[in-house]
């Protein structure tokens, strides 16, 4: 059984950077798309970021482009980290994979999901 284990997050203040962490365990033989998504109190679940199981293809929020990086540590561990952060990053993230060789932005693709991070960033 794959499971995804996260990493970081937390209260941070605005103007500082996040880095989260998502590593893949259990039966990894495969290649695996990875991304990030978060969801705020009271919106829906939106896509921050993801990534190819390369590393060499991403897709980046339009809205965070400026701000956000995601990147592939090693396999099947990708970071994500988001610069000068501000009171409306405030939200649960979430790491999620999908066996596969291909980039994808939709949530719906996403089949293996962790448990979710809280990041609150204080002003």
């Known amino acids: 059984q794959v499971q995804l284990e996260e990493s970081g997050g937390g209260v941070v203040q605005a103007g500082d950077t996040l880095r989260l962490s998502c590593s893949i365990s259990g039966r990894t033989g495969g290649h695996y798309l990875m991304g990030w998504f978060r969801q705020a109190p009271g919106k829906e679940r939106e896509t921050v970021a993801t990534i190819n199981w390369s590393g060499d293809r991403t897709f980046v929020q339009y809205s965070l482009s400026d701000r956000c990086t995601i990147a592939t540590e090693e396999k099947n561990r990708a970071s994500l980290q988001i610069r000068r952060l501000k009171p409306e990053d405030t939200a649960v993230y979430y790491c999620?994979?999908?066996?596969?060789?291909?980039?994808?932005?939709?949530?719906?693709?996403?089949?293996?999901w962790g448990q979710g991070t809280q990041v609150t960033v204080s002003s």
């Open positions: 999620a994979a999908v066996e596969g060789t291909g980039l994808a932005s939709d949530s719906r693709r996403f089949d293996i």
